[in-house]
């Protein structure tokens, strides 16, 4: 009786380990699932890039599944008596030493990552100035670093953890700001006049490119007058701005230029420069009487 009560003490801690262990999976793979649940409804949360989302939410995925099933077998091996269960813990916290001593700026630039494309701070296409360093267009923006191109077409890799200051010339307007400096000789009140006609004419050509709120447009073109004097420049210094949607900004800025050239051509209006004055200095034989300056020519000639 004794031996049949030791047998069956056996078989239960025989079979005690994989009961445990499939407690263990079954419990694994329930997490994954639910994180896998989580990530989905964030990003129908979020309405962002669905193939953007698609990409963080496998990353996700993936780092979370590895973590629960590394962290699985572990408890799998201890069960079975290959590992202590205290290694299960210590190999949990060389882990996490290693990621926070080696993988300090991965982690950073991660971080960073998800802020950049959960707070849409920029996006593809975008026209953006990066810690007032790198200024292009943006090609690619990862978990762990940002791609632009720039004007000289060179492609540069930024990692998102040293991403200070973003400054986004495509985000939702952009206000444009024309200097025209004419010359203090000019009349200025044909000169106000011309600028407000050319004013009313950029809002009516290019009304498709106006920033609108609804039907109603937010700020057209509009002359500021005279901001200042600019002597350095040579003339009085006017101001036209106009609010417009962020892709057509520097179409109409240069549009307006030439159109601002052209309308002074026509009506003989100058543009300001900087200009240099040269004054001689007088000699002292243009303070003599006139008959004495007439001797000392004389006088020259006779030497010579």
Not at 52 to 67: A, N
Request: charged share 25%.
């Amino acid at each position: 009786m004794d031996l049949r009560i030791i047998e069956k003490f056996n078989f239960v801690d025989n079979i005690k380990p994989f009961a445990t262990s499939l407690i263990i999976l079954i419990i694994s793979f329930f997490l994954i699932r639910l994180v896998m649940f989580l990530t989905g409804k964030v990003i129908e949360i979020t309405k962002f890039n669905e193939q953007r989302e698609q990409t963080i939410k496998s990353v996700i995925d993936s780092l979370f599944s590895y973590f629960i099933l590394t962290f699985a077998v572990l408890n799998i091996l201890s069960e079975f008596g290959l590992i202590r269960k205290t290694t299960v813990l210590t190999g949990a916290g060389i882990i996490t030493l290693v990621a926070g001593l080696g993988a300090q700026n991965l982690i950073k630039d991660i971080i960073n990552g998800f802020f950049i494309l959960f707070e849409r701070q920029m996006k593809v296409g975008d026209f953006v100035s990066i810690n007032e360093q790198y200024l292009g267009t943006v090609e690619e923006i990862g978990l762990r670093a940002t791609a632009i191109r720039e004007w000289s077409m060179k492609k540069v890799y930024i990692p998102n953890g040293e991403i200070k200051t973003l400054k986004n010339y495509f985000k939702e307007r952009a206000r444009v700001i024309l200097e025209v400096v004419v010359p203090f000789e000019e009349d200025q009140e044909l000169v106000e006049k011309t600028l407000k006609e050319v004013c009313s004419y950029i809002n009516e050509t290019y009304a498709d490119k106006l920033y609108h709120i609804g039907n109603i447009s937010y700020a057209e073109f509009s002359l500021y007058g005279i901001m200042s004097l600019d002597g350095k420049a040579g003339g009085a210094k006017y101001i036209i701005t106009g609010v417009v949607n962020p892709h057509a900004q520097w179409l109409l800025r240069n549009r307006a230029y030439e159109h601002i050239l052209r309308v002074f051509r026509e009506k003989n209006i100058r543009i300001a420069y900087p200009t240099v004055e040269i004054r001689q200095k007088p000699s002292v034989d243009e303070f003599l009487p006139h008959d004495l300056q007439e001797e000392i020519k004389m006088d020259d000639l006779r030497k010579e």
